[in-house]
């Protein structure tokens, strides 16, 4: 909880099926972003309202093609979630990678955004994305800041001003 500092231990109410891949704040509770640990199953989004009440299950039509850590949330202006790979490799470059839409009633893929070093959702709903593919609805595609190596750079953030804020395993600039 952001104004009491108290914490809450969610268990996984799906282990040892599923292992959390990815999460994110949701309406005062926690979503997390759950994937199968063996077999064919579908990914599952788990949505609590606290450690003790489960809200609900959404079951995503296959597993969502994307290496852990995934980035997660939730855009409710579409009332649909996100997902995209936040990673850096080991020699400090940004992978490009997709972002996948599912619709929160049905878990069915909405679209997939390609080519992209990382995701913001902003408060008002702007999606903002890394990189230099093609253009989207509702997406605002942006670049580090000048003189910055966007191979090196990573999204990673906006805030209520509309900031964006950008991380690499280079101190210089972070």
């Not at 599923?18 to 999460?23: A, E, I, P, T």
Request: hydrophobic residues 35%; aromatic residues 8%; contains cysteine.
């Amino acid at each position: 909880n952001r104004r009491t500092r108290a914490t809450e231990t969610f268990e996984n109410p799906l282990a040892p099926a599923f292992r959390m891949v990815g999460g994110c704040p949701y309406q005062g509770g926690l979503a997390l972003l759950m994937r199968p640990a063996r077999g064919n199953l579908p990914a599952q989004i788990v949505r609590w309202v606290s450690a003790k009440r489960l809200l609900t299950l959404t079951s995503l039509p296959e597993d969502v093609p994307l290496p852990p850590p995934i980035w997660l949330r939730f855009h409710r202006q579409r009332n649909s979630w996100l997902c995209a790979y936040r990673g850096v490799q080991i020699n400090g470059e940004v992978p490009k990678t997709s972002l996948y839409e599912y619709s929160d009633q049905t878990g069915q893929l909405l679209r997939e955004i390609p080519e992209l070093a990382g995701a913001a959702l902003g408060s008002g709903g702007a999606l903002y994305v890394g990189g230099a593919g093609a253009s989207s609805e509702g997406v605002v595609r942006v670049a580090p800041p000048e003189g910055l190596d966007s191979q090196r750079w990573l999204l990673v953030g906006v805030d209520a001003k509309e900031r964006l804020y950008w991380y690499s395993q280079e101190r210089t600039g972070r």
